[in-house]
C-alpha cells in the first residue's frame, strides 16, 4: 500500500494555472501508474489523467487535453497536475490515485490520497 497526500488546490479565476502536487510514502513510488481523477458536486468520479510507472506516456480526458499536464519525479515520490487555462467547469475534488496498472477506471485503483478542493470563479 502507498499513501498519498495531495496539496496545491484553491480558488483561482477562469484562465489561471494551478499546479497540484501527490506526495507518496510507503512502498516503491515507480512501481505504481498514477492517476488523477476528480469529483465534482453531486457527480461521480471522472478520470483526469494517468501517466506511466517511468512516466514515459500519458493519457488525458478530453476534457482537459491541451490545458493539463501529468508528470511524476520518483526521485520525489511526487506526481505532479499542471492545470492551465482553468475553466469553472474544472472546479471539482481533486484526487490522485496509485494503481499496479496504468488504468483510467477508477475501480481499478486501491489507494487514494484525501483530495484538494479546486474552485475556479468566472
Known amino acids: 500500500q502507498v499513501q498519498l497526500v495531495e496539496s496545491g488546490g484553491g480558488l483561482v479565476q477562469a484562465g489561471d494555472s494551478l499546479r497540484l502536487s501527490c506526495a507518496a510514502s510507503?512502498?516503491?513510488?515507480?512501481?505504481?501508474?498514477m492517476c488523477w481523477f476528480r469529483q465534482a458536486p453531486g457527480q461521480g468520479r471522472e478520470f483526469v489523467a494517468r501517466v506511466t510507472w517511468s512516466g514515459s506516456a500519458t493519457t488525458y480526458a478530453d476534457s482537459v487535453k491541451g490545458r493539463f499536464t501529468i508528470s511524476r519525479d520518483n526521485a520525489k515520490n511526487t506526481a505532479y497536475l499542471q492545470m492551465n487555462s482553468l475553466k469553472p467547469e474544472d472546479t471539482a475534488v481533486y484526487y490522485c490515485?496509485?494503481?499496479?496498472?496504468?488504468?483510467?477506471?477508477?475501480?481499478?485503483?486501491?489507494?487514494w490520497g484525501q483530495g484538494t478542493q479546486v474552485t475556479v470563479s468566472s
Open positions: 510507503g512502498r516503491t513510488f515507480s512501481a505504481y501508474a
Open positions: 490515485a496509485a494503481a499496479g496498472i496504468p488504468s483510467t477506471r477508477a475501480r481499478d485503483y486501491n489507494d
